[in-house]
């Protein structure tokens, strides 16, 4: 099955900073991949996604890459604000047999510091 | 239009006990998908409901079972509940399989 990994756990950045988060996927069948923001306590949003015939999208602060030869993916948040401060997770979804199964990173605990 | 709704919030078992959660989905959605999320861990897939269909399921045993409903609502049962069973279960619905997903509050289960 598909593997995800995630890196790194935790990322703390000062505001303004810009922050990084990096994934790794395993099935080259994979086509979709979004990306979650979950604050604590509450349930994951989707903040954005791209699909593998796309290598980068953008949507204000935030953008993803995406490098199908290596199997990697990004999610870039520039002029990071303390409102950012929330797990971040990555996640890889393979069609098999007309259902969507997906696969989601340890997450990434983004810390803002004022 | 309303958001996907889970109940109850917060549950207590026991180890052996059985449980059913439930989830409504938004309105216009026919697909949910159920997640298992423990403590500092991301969403597990367990499995997703297509038309009151089981439509792909994730490494869970038989003992995670589910429904879906003509409504598109769908309840989540878990039989011979283990200690390793507490986790915050999120419901997902989608207007199709491979749309966008969009989560319930999700339930906290404690197994004592």
């Known amino acids: 099955g598909e593997n995800v990994e995630q890196h790194p756990s935790t990322l703390s950045v000062q505001e303004g900073d810009s922050a990084v988060i990096k994934c790794t996927y395993s099935?080259?069948?994979?086509?979709?991949f979004p990306w979650y923001k979950q604050e604590l306590g509450k349930r994951p949003q989707l903040i954005i996604d791209?699909?593998?015939?796309?290598g980068e999208k953008k949507d204000q602060r935030i953008a993803v890459t995406l490098n199908k030869t290596a199997k990697h993916f990004s999610l870039h948040i520039t002029e990071t604000q303390p409102e950012d401060s929330a797990v971040y997770f990555c996640?890889?979804?393979?069609?098999?047999?007309?259902?969507?199964?997906?696969?989601f990173g340890r997450g990434t605990s983004l810390i803002v510091h004022p | 239009e309303t958001g996907v709704t889970q109940s109850p919030t917060h549950l207590i078992k026991t180890r052996g006990q059985q449980v059913t959660l439930r989830c409504s989905s938004q309105?216009?959605?026919?697909?949910v998908s159920w997640y298992q999320q423990a403590l500092g861990q991301g969403p597990q897939f367990i499995f997703q409901?297509?038309?009151?269909?089981?439509?792909g399921r994730g490494n869970f045993p038989p003992r995670f079972s589910g429904l879906q409903f003509p409504n598109y609502s769908s309840e989540l049962n878990v039989n011979a509940l283990e200690l390793d069973d507490s986790a915050l279960y999120l419901c997902?619905?989608?207007?199709?399989?491979?749309?966008?997903?969009?989560f319930g509050p999700g339930t906290r289960l404690t197994v004592l």
């Open positions: 409901y297509y038309r009151e269909e089981e439509n």
């Open positions: 791209i699909r593998s015939n796309v």
């Open positions: 309105s216009g959605h026919n697909t």
């Open positions: 996640a890889s979804r393979e069609a098999s047999g007309g259902s969507y199964i997906p696969t």
């Open positions: 997902a619905s989608s207007f199709s399989s491979g749309d966008e997903q969009f």
């Open positions: 099935d080259s069948a994979s086509n979709y």
